[in-house]
């Protein structure tokens, strides 16, 4: 019995055939150019641990094979794929393009069909698919200052990202309560920032003083896990994207290194969530060359891909670094006669514009080695380098209006992509979370291009994505119950666009979407 496919995200064009495909352990996974082979290397490594089975790589094949051949007039990510009763046959022209071909012919296979778990074959039926991503950005946001995630857990989140054609992973890697990077120059970022003595249990609106776990919590990155990280995420048509905060959140970096800061601490790594009042000081000019270092060391973890003008992502290092900008409280600044001083001497009107300043300060320093700055929207107030790009959180009108004046645009708006929000109007029935409700058809409906932006500036809506702030995810586990399948219903709208498909239609493609996270052990929430 060969059950009715069920593809998620949907492909543009599915054309059933007659008859199927017998996929047995003697079929080869054929790849000729580099792009192809390292695309079926990581689809060999997933595919083993999903059904048990681990396919022969080859470089040619006379018989019946799965094959993946380079076409150079296929845009990057686009794929062909061929299901035919003598094999199957992959078209692409980059790395993306193969490994989303794959992913999709994952779920053509009817895995739990297998008949012998030792001699394991199954029939795909036949059809050719065409298919392309609607939105170059297509993106998860991982906070793991908050809360520390392990290696083994990230290449296991970055293996679900692909699974459903996700490619950017944006890591928030630094706020007030944790450092994650290793800085070889700044040991005490990883000695002294990587660590809190111990967390806020509860909601920080209404606790108590008292409520905390009294247990120490950290860690960090070293820059040879980053870079394998880097090279895992790469070979799965993943671009990881990290998020250095700056003026704000930077509590951890001040409790390591007071003199940054307006006043003279001592301060502590957070122990709790919310706004904090702490920044670095905007006057200091040993902020602006410790930040550079650092960035210096950011860039060469996550380097740039040579085609830099190009906003394609997937399956190429980030040309983007992202600088935070967002929540800076400006209260330090304003009794701060170093940071008063700079707003004298640049002729500048205001703390805001001091804060535009020191962004602008960063733009041009990453724009100068060829990178691109992006932030969170607070990073427009002031005015903003024209390269530079804006991810729209407070909602959508910063999204317009950045984009209205000629910004590369990422949607992340509060309301509708946030992943800490609660999945029930029931909250007694739910996992404490930050607030709000945002249930899975909210994402299903969600429309990148927001509603009022005039259709010639559409273009520089590069994508969106959902955000996972891990205040009140204290484990992996947590992770992954608030992500999915919320975030598979965002991955459709990204892929597939905003026009197409039902929310009936989605559930009932869901369910054998849900058994392959199943197989991969992820903690999904089970929709209701
Ligand atoms: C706001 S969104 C923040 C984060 C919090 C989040 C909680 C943004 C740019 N800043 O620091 O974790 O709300 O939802």
């Known amino acids: 019995m060969i059950s009715p496919i069920a593809l998620i995200p949907r492909p543009a064009s599915v054309n059933p055939t007659t008859g199927h495909f017998r996929l047995d352990g003697s079929v080869p996974l054929v790849a000729a150019s580099p792009a192809a082979h390292a695309a079926a290397e990581s689809f060999r490594d997933l595919f083993y641990r999903l059904s048990g089975l681990r396919l022969i790589a080859a470089a040619d094949s006379a018989g019946p094979s799965i094959t993946l051949i380079d076409n150079g007039h296929l845009d990057p990510e686009a794929y062909v794929l061929q299901v035919t009763p003598a094999g199957v046959l992959i078209q692409a022209s980059n790395l993306g393009g193969f490994f989303y071909a794959l992913q999709t012919l994952l779920q053509c296979i009817p895995l739990e069909s297998a008949a012998d778990p030792n001699t394991p074959a199954w029939d795909i039926p036949c059809l050719e698919i065409k298919d392309a991503p609607r939105f170059a950005w297509r993106g998860l946001m991982l906070d793991s200052s908050r809360h520390f995630h392990p290696v083994a857990w990230v290449k296991k989140f970055i293996d679900v990202m692909a699974l459903h054609k996700f490619n950017v992973l944006h890591w928030h890697l630094v706020d007030d309560q944790g450092w994650r990077v290793e800085i070889k120059k700044y040991t005490a970022l990883t000695a002294v920032s990587a660590w809190r003595h111990q967390t806020r249990t509860g909601h920080e609106n209404n606790g108590t003083d008292s409520d905390f776990d009294g247990r120490p919590h950290g860690g960090f990155y070293s ?257 992954e119950y608030m992500a999915f399948p919320r975030a598979t219903a965002l991955s459709e709208r990204l892929w597939s666009g905003p026009e197409s498909g039902d929310y009936e239609d989605f559930l009932r493609r869901l369910k054998p979407h849900l058994r392959l996270l199943d197989r991969l052990g992820v903690k999904y929430r089970q929709p209701s």
């Open 223 to 479: 820059q040879d896990e980053l870079r394998s990280l880097v090279a895992y995420a790469q070979n799965r048509g993943v671009t990881i994207v990290p998020e250095i905060e700056m003026p704000g959140h930077a509590q951890a970096v001040l409790a390591a290194f007071p003199h940054l800061a307006c006043t003279d601490g001592p301060f502590e790594v957070s122990q709790r969530w919310g706004i904090h009042e702490e920044a670095f000081c905007a006057g200091n000019d040993a902020v602006l060359r410790f930040l550079e270092d650092v960035l210096v060391e950011v860039m060469a973890i996550f380097p740039a891909h040579s085609n830099r003008s190009a906003i394609s992502m997937g399956a190429q290092p980030s040309n983007f670094i992202h600088v935070g900008g967002d929540e800076c409280r400006k209260t330090r600044w304003k009794a701060c006669p170093k940071c008063q001083a700079r707003i004298r001497d640049e002729g500048l009107a205001d703390e805001d514009e001091l804060q535009s300043w020191f962004i602008r300060h960063f733009d041009a320093f990453l724009t100068a080695r060829g990178r691109r700055l992006i932030g969170w929207d607070e990073i427009l107030e002031g005015g903003l380098a024209q390269n530079a790009a804006v991810m729209s959180w407070r909602g959508e009108e910063a999204g317009i209006e950045a984009a209205t004046a000629g910004h590369d645009v990422v949607m992340a708006p509060n309301q509708k992509t946030y992943l800490d929000y609660y999945q029930s109007e029931d909250k007694t029935a739910e996992p404490l979370a930050i607030g709000g409700f945002l249930p899975l058809q909210k994402l299903y409906e969600f429309n990148p291009i927001p509603e009022g932006l005039a259709p010639d500036k559409a273009h520089h809506i590069l994508g969106a994505q959902s955000q996972l702030w891990t205040e009140y995810m204290p484990t992996t586990g947590s992770v």
